[in-house]
């Protein structure tokens, strides 16, 4: 698998990435809720009704005859139906339409949280990729040392059977070669947990086959960014507060009348007096104010004015943090280059004394301790030299990201 696979298996399968964009489905909701600040309600309902009153029982009615009289008669109970369709579309309604303007900026700030947390994640699959390559180079270090420490070992036995060495030193060789072997099989182990970390991340099984194809690069030298982007979180803390503002806008909105138009068609049928031409319709325009809903209004004012005041402090607290992590980011990235070249030339330092070590040691004018020394510098060496190389690998990449950049920009050149 090459490190772009991964990075867009990372875009499909990463936890975080799918809980971002879940929270940005949430707030599309939200915003498609808001809605209806702007569109009609639209309902009908249908009501089967019984009336038995003094206006339907009893009624005095004339009668023809000589002479005429009155008599009362009863024309109730009634049963029957009413059946309407109503309309409701908002004309003016402040709060709700600066509710829905939160909502849509609320949708905004989500995005640009949902974009830095792409950045961010891959920067950390480049992270988990090529610690699977350092743990290599780490187990393959290991098994130069021991090949080296074998060859002493071995170089110290021969010597003793000659009466050249002291037993001493084949206790030193078989002590260090052990040790070697042991280390081994820890750096094997860590090389497997590099993998598990990564397939973690990608949603692979453990059992899965999974072999890195692209190389460790090499270390790009510090370089100022002269025009650095603006971070997508900064963008979504910004917007953040945007939508806390209007927020509490809309919650001293309310203090503003509500105008609706009403529309209504209806229809009843049933018994007399039901029967007969009874549909109708009806517009108005409704005028709604609240004046008082026991310090209902005043709480939400006042807390929406607490929740802005609060995401305003946060946005200086995340500039601020943004600042220090930016200029950490490249003195990092200069540090690790600066430790980089200096562990190269402590490795070629240390190769050369090794083998200056074995050469004396062959010839009898130097001692198993000089010898075992030299290796174990020399692995020391090896080690803080891998390690250097993938920290100044991530140092650049890092600064890329803190600066608002794509962190595979750092080292795109040598990644196919």
Do not use: C
């Not at 867009?8 to 936890?15: F, G, H, K, N, P």
């Not at 009336?51 to 002479?67: E, Y």
């Not at 920067?123 to 270090?141: G, K, M, P």
Request: charged fraction near 25%; hydrophobic fraction near 40%; glycine fraction near 4%.
């Amino acid at each position: 698998m090459s490190l772009t696979q991964a990075l867009e298996v990372a875009r499909q399968e990463a936890i975080t990435l799918q809980t971002l964009s879940a929270e940005t489905r949430q707030a599309e909701a939200v915003r498609q809720q808001s809605s209806q600040a702007y569109l009609p309600s639209i309902s009908t309902d249908a009501s089967w009704l019984r009336a038995d009153s003094s206006l339907i029982t009893g009624v005095p009615v004339p009668t023809l005859g000589i002479p005429p009289t009155i008599q009362h008669t009863d024309f109730g109970p009634v049963e029957g139906t009413v059946t309407g369709v109503q309309v409701v579309q908002p004309l003016f309604n402040a709060d709700a339409l600066q509710s829905s303007h939160a909502a849509s900026l609320n949708v905004d700030a989500r995005r640009h949280a949902e974009q830095w947390g792409r950045q961010a994640i891959r920067l950390e699959v480049s992270r988990l990729y090529f610690n699977i390559l350092r743990e290599q180079e780490r187990v393959d270090a290991a098994q130069m040392s021991y090949a080296a420490a074998r060859k002493a070992a071995t170089l110290a036995h021969a010597s003793y059977q000659e009466g050249l060495a002291s037993r001493l030193d084949t206790e030193q060789a078989d002590a260090e070669l052990a040790a070697i072997q042991a280390r081994m099989e820890h750096t094997r182990a860590d090389r497997e947990q590099a993998q598990l970390e990564l397939k973690a991340l990608l949603g692979m099984a453990p059992e899965q086959e999974l072999t890195p194809s692209t190389p460790l690069p090499r270390p790009p030298p510090p370089v100022n960014l002269n025009a650095p982007l603006a971070r997508k979180d900064l963008q979504a803390r910004e917007t953040a507060v945007e939508a806390a503002h209007a927020n509490t806008r809309a919650s001293q909105a309310e203090w503003i009348p509500r105008v609706n138009l009403l529309a209504r068609q209806q229809w009843v049928e049933g018994d007399q007096p039901l029967e007969g031409d009874a549909d109708g319709w009806l517009v108005a325009i409704n005028l709604h104010w609240t004046i008082f809903d026991g310090f209902g209004r005043q709480g939400r004012i006042a807390e929406s004015r607490a929740k802005e005041q609060q995401a305003r402090i946060e946005l200086d607290g995340i500039k601020r943090r943004i600042q220090r992590e930016q200029a950490i980011a490249m003195s990092r990235w200069q540090a690790s280059w600066a430790g980089w070249l200096a562990a190269r030339k402590a490795t070629k330092a240390a190769s050369r004394a090794e083998q200056l070590a074995l050469r004396r040691y062959e010839e009898g004018i130097g001692s198993m301790t000089d010898l075992l020394a030299a290796q174990a510098r020399l692995d020391r060496q090896r080690m803080t030299l891998i390690d250097a190389r993938y920290q100044a690998v991530l140092a650049a990449m890092n600064y890329h990201l803190q600066n608002g950049y794509d962190p595979i920009l750092a080292v795109q050149e040598q990644v196919p």
